[in-house]
């Protein structure tokens, strides 16, 4: 084995040697950047730096068709019978389990490696699916509240780690380059949602929602293989060369030095408008499920639904990011840009609350999840930027993984005392006040987003704000 230093050109601008080894034998040097690439005007600089992208992004397409592609089978059998009224037990898992979850993948990080990590998580995810498949029932038991559970925690430290190989593998490209290489592996990540919505709505005609889980274990097994062949690739150097993206036991901040950072205005009101986001999300996601379980009588109706819903999800996000998000980023920059989700949350909930039908409580979650990960989702990690690079760690830790989990359990007490009332079944439900709850909320929301942007050149900030990469991998639920 020897390694080829791939020196990178772009436009006729040399701009010096990546040192990026690629582990192949002299026999497959000639051949070891894909022709097929070079044919398109790139020198084997920048076809090495697509070819090593080619990797996390078809890992993170992957993962992503088995995340939804499990999601709509789990829906489709929780809110069958009085599955409804068993959510915001859920929702109490989700918000206390998600920084154990973390912790448990770092851990395994730290004693197998970011490779081995990565592929087995994977593999016990499909176990555990084949799993499901065997137990699951319909409705909102024990089990299946456990499943509704597991499934965001789980997939969200996967989709982070996943997230981490396009990390290791570009982490000596230039910066210039990390932009366009980063948002090819973004689309790849929406394209897996909707092309898994799409599989989901296909497979609803002639798979029953248990089978639905071993489809997205086969989904699981071919992302395993997927960073196999990567770090046989690049086996010599499939590892960070950033020390804040996997950072040691002792990098990581203790709870004392996370609050503190509460001390700095600029990152007070950025945990304040997590936990206002968390509440708002999970109740608008609550009114759309309580929709859903009244019009899906059956398994299949509910596989048609969820199905159709996650298409029309994943749709919506892919034509924003295409199409609003580059455009609306240069008018409004980034803080502008944070207004957009809150103000549209505004109009539609106003709707709901005029009337809360099926398709208007669609369109409100629609509204919410795809304009939060395509416009809003880009610019809330660049609100990171202004922190200093030191406490960028502890303050993500802070914002998503302390402040959001803080806002879905708050959310998730309202509804437990809201569904203690009911007797007659879930259409016996009234989720009136919840109209009100969202509306006051986005606005507080909004107000939130101002001061943040007014606050953004605070004295304890940087000054200078360069490139963010998350470091700490915190699952997005």
């Excluded at 912790?103 to 990080?109: A, C, E, N, R, S």
């Excluded at 990011?321 to 957009?340: D, E, H, K, M, N």
């Excluded at 942007?453 to 915190?474: A, H, K, M, T, V």
């Amino acid at each position: 084995m020897y390694r080829e230093r791939v020196s990178l050109r772009v436009h006729g601008r040399g701009c010096g040697t990546l040192g990026l080894p690629m582990p192949v034998t002299p026999q497959q040097a000639p051949s070891a950047v894909p022709s097929l690439v070079t044919r398109f005007g790139l020198d084997k600089g920048i076809a090495a730096c697509w070819w090593r992208t080619l990797f996390p992004s078809l890992g993170l397409f992957l993962l992503t068709a088995a995340f939804i592609v499990t999601k709509t089978g789990r829906d489709a059998l929780f809110f069958q019978e009085r599955g409804l009224l068993h959510l915001p037990r859920a929702y109490l898992g989700i918000a206390f389990l998600s920084a154990p979850a973390a912790g448990l993948m770092l851990q395994l990080i730290r004693r197998a490696g970011p490779r081995r990590a990565r592929v087995v998580g994977l593999c016990l995810m499909a176990a555990l699916q084949c799993a499901f498949f065997w137990f699951a029932e319909p409705g909102g038991g024990w089990w299946m509240t456990l499943l509704f559970v597991l499934v965001p925690l789980l997939y969200g430290v996967l989709l982070s780690i996943t997230w981490l190989l396009g990390a290791d593998l570009l982490d000596r490209v230039p910066p210039y380059l990390l932009a366009r290489l980063y948002a090819s592996i973004g689309a790849a990540s929406m394209l897996g949602g909707l092309s898994g919505a799409a599989l989901s709505r296909r497979w609803s005609a002639i798979l029953t929602p248990q089978e639905f889980f071993l489809a997205g274990s086969a989904l699981l097994l071919a992302t395993a293989g997927v960073n196999v062949i990567a770090a046989r690739l690049f086996g010599a150097d499939a590892r960070s060369a950033n020390p804040g993206v996997l950072p040691t036991p002792t990098e990581v901040p203790e709870t004392r030095a996370v609050f503190s950072l509460l001390r700095v205005r600029y990152l007070a009101i950025l945990a304040g408008t997590g936990v206002v986001t968390a509440i708002v999300g999970v109740l608008i996601e609550f009114q759309f499920y309580s929709a859903a379980s009244a019009a899906a009588h059956s398994s299949r109706e509910g596989l048609r639904l969820f199905a159709n819903f996650y298409m029309l999800l994943n749709g919506a996000a892919v034509l924003v990011q295409l199409f609003a998000t580059p455009f609306l980023q240069r008018v409004f920059g980034v803080y502008g840009s944070l207004l957009i989700l809150p103000t549209a949350l505004f109009g539609a909930a106003g709707v709901v609350a005029w009337s809360a039908t099926v398709a208007t409580r669609t369109a409100l979650r629609v509204t919410e999840g795809g304009i939060k990960s395509s416009i809003h989702r880009s610019n809330w990690e660049q609100s990171y930027l202004p922190v200093v690079r030191e406490h960028r760690a502890a303050a993500k830790l802070l914002v998503d993984g302390m402040a959001a989990r803080m806002g879905e359990g708050a959310a998730a007490v309202m509804l437990l005392v809201a569904v203690t009332t009911v007797s007659n079944g879930p259409e016996s439900l009234n989720l009136g006040w919840t109209n009100a709850v969202i509306l006051t909320g986005v606005v507080v929301w909004l107000c939130l987003t101002v001061a943040l942007g007014r606050s953004r050149n605070g004295p304890e900030l940087n000054p200078e704000p360069g490139e963010f990469r998350p470091d700490l991998p915190i699952p997005d639920g």
